[in-house]
């Protein structure tokens, strides 16, 4: 039996419960050899620790040694003052804490004897004779778990004897025990008769009582070989319990459901088995076989392919609208500047600019106001610039009808007063919170104008000069781009400008002997077409249209005749006259706006992604799926358009003398009596050279 008291009885305990109090018993007697040898080692410590203690004292200490002995004392006060401090606050604590419940419990007595005195008194009367029942039931069950004690002791000391092999062991006096045991098996029986004695506390369930305790303090238990005579129905341990470390740990993909029923599956973990269909032991059905989803393609892959699809979309669009006629590819400029001009506006805003905060109504208000403006100076200059172009190339049907002739003749004063009103507007919306902030916006406002909307007044004027000189710059772009993203991949090592990391010298290199040589046989394969070498006359035309005119000297071939010198040096080589290349001035034109588009229109790019770097984005908006917002893709066809109007305008149109431009001259210089007077001189011109004029 165990030193703290008597066994409780074989009635009320099961049966491993009685294995286990064996090695509850082994592991005290193990614990107190372990504590007397602790004392002992301690007490030669002590002793030795005084001893060297007492010859440090009568030798001379050297300056080191005294500091190190300094710091250990000031460590060890430390430590002291920690755990008094620990003690204090604990001791406080809980001294407070009781204070406080037994105030509680005075104040809830109070309460309900004022409230119900009667109840209390019986239920005092009760509670009287509750406790006088439970005295004489502890009483009773105290004697018969004497006997039951002792007839147990007898079994075990008989077991004992028989398994000793016929010698007779009595029972061992118990040695003396240390004070610091002795106490604290006292408080154990103390606290084992409160419970015993306390009302609705059963005997059965609390610890041995204190007649048993005393009756087993005298004696100890038998040697600690002890092993009970069992029923062979019964299993047996095969070994000591296993450390806390080598415990087998709880399966992860079942939990049981109870001491006698089977363990059910529960939702598969990490580490859960699994069979070749993905299903966990005890899901689906028997033959059911599921199809596992293929893992998704990683997110650079994705890109790609979105990138890559919308490319194919935009390609196939544009060559419709290409197809449709002028009008559409009008359209499709001024749907691509709308939408750039969207992008780059909104990167200013009022409220990311500091400035005294107002209130929200007043602050939406404003906000709202100030993107009026900006939609209304993008209205007026698109009003003057494309008027100005329909008033160009459109004079024969503008300066006949007499509607439009009010609007043409004033087109340019009309549209500087609709600016002077956005202005007025401006400088009346200005308030003092926001002056540097809306000051800041007009210029912004009035740069993009300037960046986007006349570059795509020229872009215009292109398609109309002749849908080549629109398509071919364009494509040069498209090429370029594409064969520089190539040739970096493949061959890119050198870092060609910061602004752009991933763009590199080879690539740029590359790209630029690329374009000339689609340039070359893109532009000589368009140049066939009179619908695309035709300017617009009349906006009704398509693809499909009998589209005729005198074409510009550009597109004419000619042939190349070697002279001089080289005439004689390639004769000697080659044994006979060199022949004619036969060539189109338009083929010269074209690797010119090729090296334009290879060399100068990037930095259009470059200037971009230093735009977006100073406001901290990646793109300029999701406009266009994979590819990031429309700006991201025209920037560098504003570049090449406008060097594509300046460089025809100013090397290749020819000033034909019109019927419209005639007409315009005719309605804007002359009177009403002057018409009249050309009008008669005309005709008789006319009849004398023998047309019948009506």
């Known amino acids: 039996m165990s030193r703290r008291g008597a066994p ?9 419960d009685v294995l286990s109090a064996d090695d509850d018993e082994r592991d005290d007697d193990d614990q107190e050899q372990h504590d007397e040898q602790d004392e002992q080692v301690s007490t030669s410590k002590s002793e030795h620790t005084s001893d060297q203690t007492s010859e440090l004292s009568t030798a001379v200490l050297s300056k080191s040694a005294r500091k190190r002995l300094a710091r250990a004392a000031a460590k060890a006060s430390d430590e002291a003052n920690v755990v008094a401090a620990d003690v204090k606050h604990a001791t406080n604590g809980t001294a407070d804490k009781a204070t406080s419940l037994a105030a509680g419990a005075q104040q809830a007595v109070k309460q309900a004897e004022k409230s119900v005195p009667e109840v209390t008194a019986r239920a005092s009367e009760s509670l009287v004779a509750v406790k006088d029942t439970i005295q004489d039931l502890s009483s009773s069950v105290a004697q018969s778990a004497g006997g039951i004690f002792k007839s147990a002791q007898d079994t075990v000391t008989a077991t004992a004897n028989g398994h ?24 154990e029986s103390h606290s084992y008769a409160k419970m015993a004695a306390a009302p609705g506390v059963s005997s059965s369930s609390s610890k041995p009582s204190v007649a048993a305790t005393a009756s087993g303090s005298s004696t100890t238990l038998p040697s600690s070989t002890f092993e009970p005579s069992l029923p062979e129905s019964l299993p047996h341990p095969s070994a000591n319990g296993l450390p806390a470390n080598r415990k087998r740990k709880t399966p992860q993909d ?87 001009y969207k992008e780059v506006t909104a990167l200013f805003d009022l409220r ?31 009003y003057f610039l494309y008027g100005e172009s329909i008033i160009y190339y459109f004079k024969h049907i503008v300066f006949v009808d007499a509607y439009f002739i009010p609007f043409a003749r004033n087109h340019r004063f009309i549209s500087f007063m609709l600016y002077v009103v956005g202005f007025v507007g401006f400088v009346a919306n200005l308030q003092r919170q926001y002056l540097r902030q809306q000051f800041a916006l007009f210029c912004w406002v009035h740069i993009s104008l300037l960046l986007i909307v006349v570059s795509s007044h020229f872009i215009v004027n292109n398609i109309l000069e002749g849908l080549v000189w629109f398509f071919v710059p364009a494509s040069l772009v498209i090429c370029n781009d594409v064969m520089a993203y190539v040739c970096g991949k493949l061959f890119g090592r050198t870092p060609l400008i910061k602004l752009s990391p991933k763009k590199t010298v080879e690539g740029f290199v590359g790209a630029f002997i690329c374009t000339l040589i689609f340039g070359l046989a893109w532009g000589t394969f368009f140049m066939r077409f009179p619908y695309m070498i035709c300017p617009a006359r009349d906006l009704g035309t398509n693809v499909f249209s009998q589209v005729t005119c005198r074409p510009n000297p550009v597109f004419v071939w000619r042939e190349f005749e070697f002279t001089g010198p080289v005439k004689h040096i390639l004769q000697t080589i080659l044994g006979h006259t060199p022949p004619n290349i036969p060539y189109a001035p338009f083929q010269i034109h074209v690797l010119v706006m090729a090296t334009f588009a290879s060399l100068v229109a990037p ?18 908006g999701h406009s266009i799926p994979g590819h990031g917002g429309m700006t991201d893709r025209m ?25 419209g431009s005639i007409l315009q001259t005719v309605v804007t210089s002359l009177t009403a009596g002057e018409q009249l007077e050309l009008l008669a001189d005309l005709k008789r011109y006319l009849e004398g050279q023998g047309v019948n004029v009506k």
Not at 175 to 185: F, L, R, T, V
Not at 352 to 376: C, E, F
Not at 603 to 620: E, L, T
């Open 164 to 187: 000793g092999g016929g010698a007779s062991t009595s029972p061992v006096i118990s040695a003396p025990e240390s004070p610091k045991w002795s106490a604290k098996k006292t408080d």
């Open 352 to 382: 990311d600019h500091g400035g005294a905060q107002l209130d929200a109504a007043a602050q939406d208000k404003g906000d709202r106001w100030s993107k009026t403006l900006n939609w209304y100076f993008f209205v007026v200059t698109n």
């Open 603 to 620: 930095f259009g790019g470059f200037f971009a992604s230093g735009f977006k770097r100073a406001f901290n984005i990646k793109d300029f």
């Open 635 to 659: 920037d560098c066809q504003f570049m090449m358009g406008m060097f594509s109007y300046v460089y025809y305008s100013s090397l290749i149109r020819i000033q034909y003398v019109t019927v």
């Open 254 to 340: 079942f939990t049981p459901s109870g001491p006698r029923e089977s363990e059910t599956p529960s939702s598969p973990g990490k580490l859960a088995v699994k069979f070749e269909d993905g299903l966990a032991p005890g899901e689906g059905k028997d033959g059911e076989k599921t199809i596992i989803a293929k893992p998704a393609p990683p997110k650079k892959d994705r890109n790609v392919i979105e990138r890559t699809v919308w490319t194919f979309i935009m390609i196939g669009g544009f060559i419709t609208l290409l197809c449709l006629g002028h009008p559409y590819m009008i359209l499709l400029v001024l749907l691509c500047q709308a939408l750039v």
């Open 8 to 16: 409780p009885s074989f009635a009320s305990k099961g049966m491993f």
